[in-house]
């Protein structure tokens, strides 16, 4: 039992041990985690302070060159001090040295002993002399016999107490014991016991007693100029730090008095641009801040006086262009009346007259498509268009749109066909469905209308937030400018090429606008030569926000000789039926606009089928 027993403590014991040490570890990486964090934040901080405040920059570097500064010239005193110290107290201790040496060589050359403790107590009393009559009293001696000496009157050493000669440097005797007449110096680190070390510094030379000659050191204690530099220095530093204060303290308020009105007419300029067009600065003084103030707020006024001008001019605008289109609408109904009666009967007329029938129907047409999107267009900037909205399948829209711009196709010899990879063919949105038919309407006869006969796409996909169509065309194209201004409104990308289908250069403003009202997006896309693509992206569910489109832009890829791709086979659109061919996303497309959205990813994929209605 008792085996068994000292079996399980010892397994259990390194078990323990091992487990302590895990939750150190553990423990200990915590706080590493938990201090790099907090570094991480600090330096955020400040280096955030650092790039959005001018008086935090200012205040830093000054300090920052004010400290170099001080500590340059703080420095370069102390050294000055220190040095002019250290001068001073050694050429004193060369000439009490060079006294002291000549004394006790004139006593040592009038002595007159005979036997060896005689000699001892003689040096002992002769040297005693060099500890009195120092500056400070605080000089020590040491003599030492140079060695290769035998005489039997010599005495191997003399020192005043606490110092042997480990303390003397190796150099200095040398130099020592290879000059008779010479007198050198240096300086030491001087053992103090518990104490520690004081600065010292030595000065040797020899002497000779009974033919016999010694090394002679007197070392001399410089604590005392220590203790003087040191609180020279302490003071030096304090004046530093109290001048880099009064220097930061200075530095703050002028940089506040300067900075203050700057960020003051900052956060004015940001609400003025926020459309709060009555604030102003406050005037304080007559300095220059105070008409810097006085002009920036004569400029806030004329702008906010141009602003109200504009914003007066643009309401009348609109309010004229609104009660213009409502007035025309009764004559123009009845100029159409008429000119539908002409047109009914202009088989009657002569050749000139039949003609003429016909240009004033189809102009009346046109001019009645005009007047309504004026009308749109007005109800927008009054802010009073709204939205029907309903669940319905967006091909359903699609097919729609691609039966109305099927005589257009078919007179311009034009292939239009679908492509998408949605199970079923079948995408339910919530949407208005009149203006999303106007979108596609429009974006289908503009294609067909550029395509220049060659085929035209509509690529179609969703995933679960969005639904997105894209009307390609391989035609003319357009450049990065047109792209840029083809949804400014009565903007045509040529206003000189005929037109077959009309238009007043208002179907795209209205379909974005369409977009906006179901935050939805609407992108174009154009390269001369190899055609354009227009891409609307709408939440499948009303209120979700959009984060990207589930169809690339262009869907594929952007070549110009896709048109033709086998993948995508042209179907036979002349009829007006709608196809559904290919798959989305086996193209291989570039995502060029929205790099965040794949087809390959959606939820709904399934096999495409030649559907044909």
Same mark, same amino acid.
């Given at each position: 039992?008792?085996?068994?027993?000292?079996?399980?403590?010892?397994?259990?014991?390194?078990?323990?041990?091992?487990?302590?040490?895990?939750?150190?570890?553990?423990?200990?990486?915590?706080?590493?985690?938990?201090?790099?964090?907090?570094?991480?934040?600090?330096?955020?901080?400040?280096?955030?302070?650092?790039?959005?405040?001018?008086?935090?920059?200012?205040?830093?570097?000054?300090?920052?060159?004010?400290? !170099?500064?001080?500590?340059?010239? /703080? +420095?370069?005193? *102390?050294?000055? =001090?220190?040095?002019? $110290?250290? %001068?001073?107290?050694?050429?004193?201790?060369?000439?009490?040295?060079?006294?002291?040496?000549?004394?006790?060589?004139?006593?040592?050359?009038?002595?007159?002993?005979?036997?060896?403790?005689?000699?001892?107590?003689?040096?002992?009393?002769?040297?005693?002399?060099?500890?009195?009559?120092?500056?400070?009293?605080?000089?020590?001696?040491?003599?030492?016999?140079?060695?290769?000496?035998?005489?039997?009157?010599? !005495?191997?050493?003399?020192?005043? /107490? +606490?110092?042997? *000669?480990?303390? =003397?440097?190796?150099? $200095?005797? %040398?130099?020592?014991?290879?000059?008779?007449?010479?007198?050198?110096?240096?300086?030491?680190?001087?053992?103090?016991?518990?104490?520690?070390?004081?600065?010292?510094?030595?000065?040797?030379?020899?002497?000779?007693?009974?033919?016999?000659?010694?090394?002679?050191?007197?070392?001399?204690?410089?604590?005392?100029?220590?203790?003087?530099?040191?609180?020279?220095?302490?003071?030096?530093?304090?004046?530093?730090?109290?001048?880099?204060?009064?220097? /930061?303290?200075?530095?703050?308020?002028?940089?506040?008095?300067?900075?203050?009105?700057?960020?003051?007419?900052?956060?004015?300029?940001?609400?003025?641009?926020?459309?709060?067009?009555?604030?102003?600065?406050?005037?304080?003084?007559?300095?220059?801040?105070?008409?810097?103030?006085?002009?920036?707020?004569?400029?806030?006024?004329?702008?906010?006086?141009?602003?109200?001008?504009?914003?007066?001019?643009?309401?009348?605008?609109?309010?004229?262009?609104?009660?213009?289109?409502?007035?025309?609408?009764?004559?123009?109904?009845?100029?159409?009346?008429?000119?539908?009666?002409?047109?009914?009967?202009?088989?009657?007329?002569?050749?000139?007259?039949?003609?003429?029938?016909?240009?004033?129907?189809?102009?009346?047409?046109?001019?009645?498509?005009?007047?309504?999107?004026?009308?749109?267009?007005?109800?927008?900037?009054?802010?009073?268009?709204?939205?029907?909205?309903?669940?319905?399948?967006?091909?359903?829209?699609?097919?729609?749109?691609?039966?109305?711009?099927?005589?257009?196709?078919?007179?311009?010899?034009?292939?239009?066909?679908?492509?998408?990879?949605?199970?079923?063919?079948?995408?339910?949105?919530?949407?208005?469905?009149?203006?999303?038919?106007?979108?596609?309407?429009?974006?289908?006869?503009?294609?067909?209308?550029?395509?220049?006969?060659?085929?035209?796409?509509?690529?179609?996909?969703?995933?679960?937030?969005?639904?997105?169509?894209?009307?390609?065309?391989?035609?003319?194209?357009?450049?990065?400018?047109?792209?840029?201004?083809?949804?400014?409104?009565?903007?045509?990308?040529?206003?000189?090429?005929?037109?077959?289908?009309?238009?007043?250069?208002?179907?795209?403003?209205?379909?974005?606008?369409?977009?906006?009202?179901?935050?939805?997006?609407?992108?174009?896309?154009?390269?001369?030569?190899?055609?354009?693509?227009?891409?609307?992206?709408?939440?499948?569910?009303?209120?979700?926000?959009?984060?990207?489109?589930?169809?690339?832009?262009?869907?594929?890829?952007?070549?110009?000789?896709?048109?033709?791709?086998?993948?995508?086979?042209?179907?036979?659109?002349?009829?007006?039926?709608?196809?559904?061919?290919?798959?989305?996303?086996?193209?291989?497309?570039?995502?060029?606009?929205?790099?965040?959205?794949?087809?390959?990813?959606?939820?709904?994929?399934?096999?495409?089928?030649?559907?044909?209605?």
């Amino acid at each position: 039992m008792n085996k068994v027993k000292s079996a399980d403590d010892s397994l259990t014991r390194p078990s323990t041990a091992a487990s302590a040490v895990v939750v150190g570890q553990k423990v200990f990486l915590t706080a590493g985690r938990a201090v790099r964090r907090t570094a991480r934040r600090f330096r955020d901080g400040w280096s955030m302070r650092w790039r959005t405040s001018l008086q935090f920059r200012t205040v830093a570097t000054t300090l920052l060159i004010a400290s !170099v500064a001080v500590v340059g010239v /703080g +420095g370069y005193l *102390a050294g000055q =001090i220190s040095s002019g $110290l250290f %001068k001073e107290r050694l050429v004193q201790a060369q000439h009490e040295s060079a006294r002291g040496t000549t004394q006790v060589q004139e006593n040592f050359a009038n002595a007159s002993l005979s036997d060896q403790p005689r000699v001892s107590t003689y040096v002992v009393d002769t040297l005693k002399l060099l500890e009195v009559g120092g500056a400070d009293d605080n000089r020590k001696y040491l003599m030492v016999k140079i060695p290769g000496q035998n005489s039997k009157l010599a !005495v191997s050493s003399s020192d005043s /107490g +606490g110092v042997t *000669a480990a303390i =003397i440097p190796d150099e $200095l005797r %040398k130099a020592v014991q290879n000059s008779t007449d010479g007198q050198f110096w240096q300086s030491i680190a001087l053992p103090t016991g518990s104490a520690g070390v004081h600065p010292a510094v030595v000065v040797g030379s020899q002497v000779d007693l009974l033919n016999t000659r010694y090394e002679l050191y007197m070392i001399y204690d410089l604590n005392s100029a220590q203790v003087t530099l040191n609180y020279i220095q302490s003071v030096l530093w304090l004046a530093g730090g109290i001048l880099l204060v009064l220097i /930061g303290v200075i530095v703050w308020y002028v940089t506040r008095t300067v900075v203050s009105p700057v960020s003051q007419a900052a956060a004015v300029s940001e609400k003025l641009a926020a459309g709060e067009l009555e604030e102003r600065m406050v005037v304080t003084g007559e300095d220059e801040m105070a008409r810097l103030a006085t002009s920036f707020n004569k400029m806030a006024t004329s702008l906010q006086d141009q602003i109200m001008a504009l914003a007066t001019l643009s309401d009348m605008q609109q309010r004229f262009v609104s009660d213009v289109s409502h007035e025309l609408r009764t004559p123009l109904t009845t100029v159409r009346m008429a000119a539908e009666v002409l047109y009914d009967a202009r088989e009657d007329f002569g050749p000139i007259n039949k003609r003429s029938s016909e240009l004033l129907f189809h102009q009346v047409e046109r001019f009645e498509l005009l007047l309504a999107d004026l009308l749109e267009i007005s109800r927008f900037d009054a802010g009073v268009a709204d939205l029907d909205v309903e669940s319905l399948d967006i091909f359903s829209v699609i097919h729609s749109a691609i039966d109305g711009a099927a005589p257009v196709a078919e007179a311009n010899s034009t292939v239009v066909s679908v492509v998408t990879r949605l199970r079923n063919k079948k995408c339910v949105v919530e949407m208005d469905s009149r203006r999303i038919d106007r979108i596609l309407r429009n974006l289908v006869f503009n294609a067909v209308e550029h395509s220049e006969g060659k085929p035209v796409k509509i690529f179609v996909s969703a995933d679960e937030n969005a639904v997105a169509v894209a009307v390609r065309d391989y035609g003319i194209g357009m450049s990065a400018d047109s792209v840029e201004h083809v949804f400014d409104r009565f903007w045509r990308a040529d206003s000189a090429r005929a037109r077959t289908t009309g238009g007043s250069g208002l179907g795209l403003s209205i379909a974005m606008e369409d977009a906006k009202l179901h935050n939805g997006w609407l992108d174009a896309w154009g390269v001369p030569g190899e055609g354009s693509c227009f891409r609307l992206t709408l939440p499948r569910h009303r209120g979700t926000v959009l984060e990207h489109s589930p169809v690339p832009l262009p869907p594929d890829g952007g070549k110009a000789g896709e048109a033709s791709s086998p993948a995508t086979g042209s179907l036979l659109m002349n009829t007006g039926a709608m196809g559904v061919v290919g798959a989305l996303g086996a193209l291989k497309p570039t995502l060029a606009h929205d790099p965040g959205s794949t087809s390959g990813n959606n939820p709904e994929s399934g096999s495409t089928d030649r559907v044909e209605q």
